[in-house]
């Protein structure tokens, strides 16, 4: 009965590589974003998406790709992996004026 | 542009004494505001929302915040802390289709 749903929850990989990351939300929103968390806990928004079309896309390098096959689903594909882009990454969704609910969140760490 | 000020990254408080974690807002026209928790190596729960109707609003985990207008403020408190309440607070503002914008976060500790 999860209702925003990331996978994997953590994630190690060497730079260089090229990783996904899956959110699956079925509370029927409409929107769908992710959020990206510093070593500093700041919370900043990175994409959003609503009924499938890219709605925002902040100053996030183009190594970074969302994708989402259907307004449920939202990935994100990151290529070429930084140090810096070590995070913990959340996916949210949200229907008009209401607050987000967000996943459980995925720790990417590169090495 | 709307945006929050968390004052106090840090609050540390007594078991049983009052929770005051303060948020500050910016923004030319009434926004949405929230506060949300994050407890250790989990994801935001959402405490409680100000959507324009009473300014007082309750949430969940005996968690209260009062929309004042005149200083631009939304500060979250609870009477009494519990060991439980330990945990980071977020402050977040939302206008329009805008997504949420979060504040630096608070971290609370709670004292036995």
């Known amino acids: 009965d999860t209702a925003v749903s990331q996978t994997p929850k953590y994630l190690v990989t060497q730079m260089g590589n090229d990783k996904s990351i899956k959110c699956e939300q079925n509370?029927?929103?409409?929107?769908m974003y992710w959020y990206k968390q510093d070593s500093k806990k700041f919370l900043k928004i990175m994409f959003s998406?609503?009924?499938?079309?890219?709605?925002i896309n902040e100053t996030v390098p183009n190594r970074f790709s969302p994708k989402s096959p259907d307004k449920a689903h939202l990935n994100l594909h990151i290529n070429s992996l930084e140090l810096g882009d070590s995070a913990v990454y959340f996916c949210?969704?949200?229907?008009?004026?209401?607050?987000?609910?967000f996943g459980s969140g995925t720790r990417l760490t590169v090495v | 542009a709307q945006s929050v000020t968390q004052l106090g990254s840090h609050v540390s408080v007594s078991e049983g004494a009052l929770v005051l974690l303060r948020c500050n807002y910016s923004?030319?026209?009434?926004?949405?505001l929230f506060w949300y928790v994050q407890y250790p190596n989990q994801g935001l729960q959402l405490l409680l929302k100000y959507t324009s109707a009473a300014t007082l609003v309750k949430g969940i985990n005996g968690f209260e915040a009062e929309f004042k207008k005149s200083e631009t403020s939304f500060h979250l408190t609870k009477p009494s802390a519990h060991m439980s309440d330990a945990a980071e607070y977020f402050c977040a503002i939302k206008k329009g289709n805008t997504p949420l914008v979060f504040g630096k976060g608070t971290r609370l500790s709670v004292i036995a």
């Open positions: 998406y609503n009924n499938k079309e890219l709605i």
């Open positions: 949210a969704s949200s229907q008009t004026e209401g607050g987000y609910t």
């Open positions: 923004s030319s026209v009434p926004p949405y």
């Open positions: 509370l029927g929103h409409d929107t």
